[in-house]
């Protein structure tokens, strides 16, 4: 496959990314960094050369190390936002995400809890709706309570 999505765009930079729902028990799986005080769906951005579906599948076993196929698509998203990465860090970032269901496993437990990502630890977290941290995309905490088998699309601004 070819290079991240991310593309330079005058002062700020454009992503295109994938998003895992991956649900058990009421709960959903998310990701937090060292670097951080928030979550974020398990994903990533997609490579040139491959659709969104395949780079979620791929996304999925990086990061859990277990295989699983696409149920559905979700949500699609569009956001504004300042980067907070050090490679990124203040930059205005525009991003195109894909939010896919997965077909869950029903003894589906991640290889691991924690995989490296560049030079920081992501760690792999269960939460519920109810919990109370800071997680992105904001509408899971909404969305996820009741899913609903249909295509949602949000815009979001944080600048």
């Avoid at 994938?18 to 005080?37: E, H, P, R, W, Y």
């Avoid at 792999?124 to 996820?144: G, N, Q, S, Y």
């Amino acid at each position: 496959m070819g290079k991240d999505m991310t593309v330079p765009c005058d002062e700020g930079l454009i992503n295109v990314r994938v998003g895992a729902i991956i649900l058990k028990d009421g709960k959903f799986l998310m990701v937090g960094s060292d670097l951080n005080d928030y979550l974020y769906s398990v994903g990533g951005r997609l490579q040139f050369g491959e659709t969104s579906e395949e780079a979620v599948v791929r996304e999925v076993y990086e990061e859990t190390g277990v295989k699983m196929e696409v149920d559905r698509l979700g949500f699609v998203s569009e956001v504004y936002f300042y980067g907070d990465a050090p490679t990124n860090l203040g930059k205005t970032i525009y991003e195109v995400s894909f939010y896919y269901y997965m077909k869950v496993p029903e003894d589906f437990e991640p290889v691991s809890e924690d995989f490296q990502e560049g030079e920081s630890t992501e760690h792999l977290r269960w939460v519920t709706p109810d919990d109370e941290i800071r997680m992105f995309p904001t509408f899971f905490k909404d969305e996820l309570r009741h899913p609903e088998n249909a295509v949602k699309y949000f815009v979001r601004d944080d600048r």
